[in-house]
């Protein structure tokens, strides 16, 4: 079992950086496959990017492509989401999520979830 709280530091302008953190409960915390997923209101949630245990990791929106970042540190037992070029389109509540296998673009796919954290971009 593995149990995810989110949290964010930065400045939530256009064009400005924003880090969210996700740090998981429990000693098996390196052997999930790690994903963040975004959901903005009346929209499906969906897939941002994934790492693997090992850290090979998967874009799943283009529109973040060159401005957001996926990273882990499993000594930490921490994942990462850098988010610069920040656009209002990126406002959505953010989720950190695990499976136990390989990176997946569904959301379904995901055994476990943090709370969500609201990221609001203003233009």
């Known amino acids: 079992q593995v149990q995810l709280v989110e949290s964010v530091v930065g400045d939530l302008q256009a064009g400005g950086s924003l880090r969210l953190s996700c740090t998981a409960s429990g000693s098996t915390y390196a052997t999930y496959t790690m994903g963040w997923f975004r959901q903005a209101p009346g929209t499906e949630r969906e897939a941002v990017l994934c790492i693997q245990r090992r850290g090979i990791n998967t874009y799943y929106a283009e529109s973040v492509k060159g401005r957001f970042t996926i990273s882990r540190d499993n000594a930490k037992n921490t994942l990462y989401l850098q988010m610069n070029s920040l656009k209002p389109e990126d406002t959505a509540m953010y989720y950190c999520?695990?499976?136990?296998?390989?990176?997946?673009?569904?959301?379904?796919?995901?055994?476990?979830w943090g709370q969500g954290t609201q990221v609001t971009v203003s233009s």
């Open positions: 999520a695990a499976r136990r296998w390989i990176c997946s673009g569904s959301w379904q796919n995901y055994d476990h």
